[in-house]
């Protein structure tokens, strides 16, 4: 009896010696799986962070080109509103001496007239 309970339980502890070997060997690869994965996200992020920075940059360099864009049309506006300002100040110079003009030249009909 004593010794088939040795046997019982020699056959136990190499049982139990194999499950927690196989339990060491599954908590191994679950580390190194583990450690795979933290090691993906970290280059996920870092892609994903470059992305974004790449992305901002371009974004800057756009909106200031725009920018650039948007004076540049200012001071086009702006020098086309002085140009539109002397046409009118041109253009009523013209009418008064176009208005003396035909005065004159009424007097002078007049003249010629008599």
Known sequence: QLHLTMSEKNELTKTLEMVQKDLQEKESEMKREISEYKDRLLQAEKEHE??????????????????DKM????????????????????????????????????????????
């Open 50 to 67: 470059d992305a974004l920075t790449e992305a901002n940059r371009k974004n800057e360099v756009e909106i200031e080109a725009c920018q």
């Open 71 to 114: 004076n540049s049309l200012e001071h086009f506006i702006s020098s086309q509103k002085l140009e539109i300002e002397h046409l009118k100040s041109t253009k009523e110079q013209l009418n008064n001496s176009l208005k003396e003009a035909n005065q004159t030249l009424g007097e002078l009909l007049k003249t010629k007239v008599r």
